[in-house]
């Protein structure tokens, strides 16, 4: 399957203007034949996506709908109690099999348009008028059947969360995130049983991977989101880093919010986003207990190509990119509550809440820069972006004043697109 | 019902907490977060403060396109009327529900339809007793799609 039909090849689409990885190209965020190349190569290519919580489908025979880059795929839980991941193409015309989100009872798919049905592996088992009507028409002799099963994603679970890839180069799912991240995601979710408590689809006016830039821009919160310097959230100078696995494809940022001591650099006047005199009304909103023993208040790691697990304080979530073209993108926010929350835990995680998502007090601003920049572009397209903060390379540092982790993006981006 | 509206499309944000009993209650949710039992919508404000933290952050901290809504609403159904004798003086109450239309203009002209669906309203008429002063004790925004373009700054 390819989308980059064509299309250049992508060494004539993209000259990277340095050698190092501290220039980006601003053509890249809005070239229709990268992207074709992009849905191939990243989110088809060998790489794990993020397709649901094991959550959303409990049950046997429940399924729900994602999509990979652009590709619409059916997650399910098999009559056995496995989970497989199809392509929602029916192999005859083309048609989505399943256009309700999500549903239950679901033991086969069979398409609205002319009926092939398909198993829960994606083999498709019948066809109507199969043998024709009367002994006329009908399907030729030597029409295989198996050879018009659906595409299907390998399939791999760590804590609940579910990610399939369409590439058979794929290391497995521990091997492509590596120890530090394997052991993140197992730090965060704990073995514990997750409860969606919200769901918020996020459009935001921009190139998908101008929002995976942002999330991995470690140094922007305290300059663009005054909310968190205001109430030491995320200040540079509260302790915290930024870990790496060992191909630096992936990274996970960090900070202790109770071990900030202040620094000049934060004094009223010296940054905008340090107003002293924003004091909350109500404070609840940012009350938290100490969820984990090693006083991480706020972590954000992102895995390559588009999957962010988010840690703000109390606020457990998921974030999924879903691309819409060269301009616009869809963050799925999901959060999330525990089965062995207390209420009063449970009540903490809601009212935070509104600390995420396209209404968050942090997060809104992410929907908005995002935008500033694809509208900012416009009309430089041979111009490039620096991104030269903490040096040349994407190693990882001991310091959020770094752009390491943007740089290690297009490390991965320029290995996976082959330019 | 036509005062918050104006009071809103008009920018006159620190109106709104003022259409809120003192511990009211605000919250923006989806038509499938609520058909989901998925509680924790948007922009949760469960107090006046909180309101006012809100109207702070959008004036004061947040970085966002200036825009403005203007909303059209629909008549209002009374689903209950009722009797609130738990204070010294009784008081009529009541849950409303009323649909709504939110247009969002950009600084520079863009228009778009930014969200419609329904308020789910619990109302309590303050006042001397028998008093005719409505406010708000609970509005659910319900809106009948879950996608926000951009951001959601301004309360619906």
Known sequence: ?419 | MVDYVHAIDEGDYERWPTFFTEDGHYQVTGRENLARGWVAGMLLCDNRDMMVDRIYSLRQVNVWEPHTYRHVIGPTQVLEVGMDASGATARFTARTQTNYLCVRTMHNGEQKLFSTGRYLDDIVFEGPPGGDVPKLRSRMVIADSNQIDTLLVIPI
């Open chain 1, 1 to 419: 399957m390819a989308q980059a039909i064509g299309v250049r090849p992508v060494s004539e689409l993209i000259r990277w203007p340095t050698d190092d990885l501290s220039r980006i190209p601003l053509h890249i965020y809005g070239d229709p034949e990268i992207y074709a190349w992009e849905q191939d190569r990243i989110f088809r290519g060998p790489t794990w996506n993020f397709l649901s919580l094991e959550c959303e489908i409990p049950k046997p025979n429940d399924y729900v709908l994602t999509k990979v880059g652009d590709t619409p795929v059916i997650v399910l839980r098999t009559a056995e109690g496995g989970i497989n991941a199809l392509v929602n193409r029916c192999t005859h015309k083309g048609s989505v099999l399943c256009h309700d989100s999500r549903g239950e009872g679901k033991r086969s798919f069979v398409c609205p348009y002319h009926a092939w049905s398909f198993d829960q592996s994606g083999e498709l088992r019948g066809i109507a008028f199969e043998k024709g009507v009367g002994g006329l028409g009908g399907m030729p002799e030597g029409f295989d059947k198996s050879k018009h099963a659906l595409t299907r994603l390998r399939v791999e679970v760590i804590e609940g969360l579910v990610f399939g890839t369409f590439s058979e180069q794929t290391p497995p799912l521990e091997q492509y995130l590596g120890e530090p991240m394997v052991a993140h995601i197992r730090r965060t979710i704990r073995g514990r049983k997750m409860q969606i408590i919200g769901r918020y689809n996020h459009i935001m006016p921009n190139n998908w991977k101008l929002y995976i830039e942002n999330s991995r821009d470690t140094h922007h919160p305290s300059l663009l989101h005054a909310f968190f310097a205001t109430f030491k959230l995320n200040r540079l100078s509260a302790e915290g880093g930024i870990r790496h696995d060992p191909a630096n494809w992936h990274h996970l940022v960090f900070a202790k919010r109770l071990t900030d001591q202040g620094h000049e650099e934060y004094s009223p006047g010296k940054l905008r986003t340090m107003k002293s005199d924003f004091g909350l009304n109500d404070p609840s909103l940012i009350a938290q207990w100490m969820e984990y023993d090693d006083n991480i208040t706020n972590a954000l790691q992102s895995i390559l190509p588009g999957f962010v697990l988010q840690q703000i304080l109390n606020s457990v979530g998921t974030r999924q990119i879903i691309t819409r073209g060269t301009d616009e993108c869809e963050l799925v926010w999901t959060v999330v509550a525990f089965e062995e929350d207390t209420p009063e835990q449970r009540a903490i995680r809601i009212k935070q809440s509104n600390l995420v998502g396209p209404h968050g007090y942090i997060s809104m601003e992410d929907g908005a820069i995002g935008g500033f920049v694809q509208q900012g572009i416009k009309g430089d397209r041979d111009k490039q972006a620096v991104v030269e903060m903490g040096g040349l390379t994407a190693d990882g540092q001991p310091t959020r004043a770094t752009e390491t982790s943007v740089r290690g993006f297009y490390k991965a981006y320029r290995e996976l697109m082959g330019a």
